[in-house]
């Protein structure tokens, strides 16, 4: 575009305008009777050249003009003695707190005849123009390390059936050496994903202050613009690497433009070069993929002829925090209400775990891993338990959190379930008494009763106490059984041999709960 249609003074006032940030570019091009194209190529352009309306605004014109024209970057001694220090420069802003500004006051102090801020400025960044170095010169050593899926997958392929499963290939990248890591992964669940992240960590030997996710369901339980929900198992993690969740805002692709470009380097790098190999197992693709990984990383850059490892030992290896003595273990958080009977229901377990009875009623964080169950109200830990395996439907219960006998008045006891059974009937009455009297504690029964109970609203009273009567013949004392005898209509099919209930040793009648 001529610069002769445009007078300098406009195109300062385009960059003011657009500074102000309430005006749209086509509001800009109303304003100031300008194309809206125009408009928008002079924005890309000062954008471009890092500039910004205070630096263009006592700018002289013809130095501006040939930053716009890209015209005449001068060879003179001046520039030599500067562009001698670009490499050093691009180090340096890697450093907490390096600005352009810190360093062009340096450069005049050795060199008081030296440029412009800027031209300076100008200069620099016409040098560092590459995208490549561009992306670098915006992140400090160990502030960050970016992560996310590729859109695309790698084939696995089963030796024996032929079954082709795709893996996920998991990216992350640190912002100041772009240092990279690739691994694949069978899928994109939370566990894959928080192993995936430590891996990353512990191959770049230490820990970022943030992580910058894009928002996908196993690190964003709720995407939003200025306070996104992080899922707790990896705001978890973070705790535990003492480290922060920063994820990518919806809609700004810029938040995640760093590792989008890893992601399409990792496709022409890692995917291409893999294209033609078969693997039968992860374990042989993430081999593959480190040899090819390893190449890249100590591939020399365009701009500053150093690779990406040679980059990190030199400027972010030592700006990492530690890595923790011991790995995260993955833990699931679960909120679950603790029962009547002061016992929660883990369903992964299908098993009941105790609580102090004081807070039957409330509302549990439970915080479990694949082999212990912590239990928490109000920030607080109640209650600790080993995970039970193969023991299903049965409960864990300590004896500390029992009510005391001699004061516990509660609204559910034995008896009260022995009544309420008798009212329906004799067999009803002695299948609540059977199930009371196998458990060590009787309010570890109680929700198998109001099950067995519950039954007769389904059913009516008739049916359930035939039901009881069959289930005590084939001494079946569980809700389920009695629930599939009375769902089969079995109940009326009863052998020849049933009589009238007598007394025997496995009832023990009302006084024995009195």
């Known amino acids: 575009m001529a610069m002769r249609k445009t007078p300098m003074e406009k195109i300062r006032e385009i960059i003011r305008l657009k500074e102000l940030g309430h005006l749209s570019e086509r509001a800009i091009s109303r304003a100031l009777k300008i194309s809206r194209p125009v408009v928008k190529h002079y924005i890309s352009e000062i954008e471009k050249f890092g500039l910004n309306y205070a630096a263009i605004a006592e700018m002289p014109d013809d130095t501006f003009l040939e930053i716009l024209s890209g015209k005449g970057q001068s060879k003179s001694d001046r520039y030599k003695t500067l562009s001698s220090q670009f490499e050093y420069y691009c180090k340096e802003l890697k450093r907490t707190g390096v ?75 640190l912002g100041a050496s772009q240092c990279t890591y690739v691994e694949a992964t069978e899928t994109q669940k939370k566990e894959d994903w928080i192993r995936v992240n430590q891996n990353a960590f512990h191959y770049f030997g230490g820990v970022t202050r943030a992580i910058v996710p894009d928002c996908l369901k196993s690190a964003v339980t709720k995407a939003n613009k200025y306070e996104p929900t992080i899922n707790p198992e990896y705001l978890d993690f973070a705790r535990h690497y003492q480290t922060t969740i920063l994820p990518a805002r919806p809609h700004r692709p810029k938040d995640k433009a760093l590792v989008e470009g890893a992601v399409r380097i990792v496709y022409a790098w890692i995917f291409a070069r893999l294209r033609n190999q078969i693997f039968h197992c992860l374990e042989e693709l993430n081999a593959a993929i ?18 990406r490892n040679e980059l990190f030992d030199e400027i972010e290896k030592i700006a990492l925090k530690p890595l923790p003595k011991e790995l995260y273990v993955i833990r699931q958080f679960k909120s679950l209400k603790a029962q009547f009977n002061y016992h929660v229901y883990l369903k992964e377990d299908d098993h009941y775990y105790s609580v102090p009875f004081r807070y039957r009623g409330k509302q549990i964080t439970t915080i479990f891993s694949d082999r212990v169950i912590e239990l928490f109200y109000q920030n607080r830990r109640i209650a600790f338990h080993k995970r039970v395996a193969d023991s299903k439907n049965r409960y864990s219960t300590i004896k500390e959190h029992m009510p005391p006998s001699h004061s ?22 002695a299948v609540i008494e059977q199930i009371l009297a196998l458990q060590q504690h009787p309010e570890q029964a109680y929700k198998v009763c109001m099950g067995i109970l519950h039954l ?18 084939f001494q079946h004392y569980s809700y389920n059984a009695i629930k599939n005898i009375l769902e089969k209509r079995l109940e009326d099919t009863q052998p020849d041999c049933f009589q009238a209930l007598a007394d025997h040793e496995n009832v023990r009648g009302n006084l024995y709960y009195q």
């Open 99 to 173: 600005t352009l500004q810190l360093l062009w006051e340096e450069y005049r102090q050795q060199h008081p005849d030296g440029y412009q801020y800027s031209q300076f400025c100008y200069h620099f960044q016409n040098w560092r123009g590459s995208e490549e170095l561009s992306m670098h010169m915006d992140h400090k050593a160990g502030d960050k390390m970016f992560v996310d899926f590729t859109g695309k997958h790698l084939p696995v392929i089963n030796a024996e059936t032929g079954e082709v499963k795709y893996a996920e290939i998991f990216v992350a990248l």
């Open 290 to 307: 480190r040899h090819e990984l390893d190449n890249y990383n100590n591939k020399p850059m365009q701009k500053i002829k150093l690779s």
């Open 408 to 429: 516990y008045i509660s609204e559910w006891n034995p008896q009260r379930f022995i009544n309420w059974a008798e009212s329906i009937g004799e067999y009803v009455q």
């Open 456 to 473: 007769e609203k389904r059913y009516s009273k008739e049916r359930l106490n035939k039901a009881c009567q069959r289930a005590i013949y």
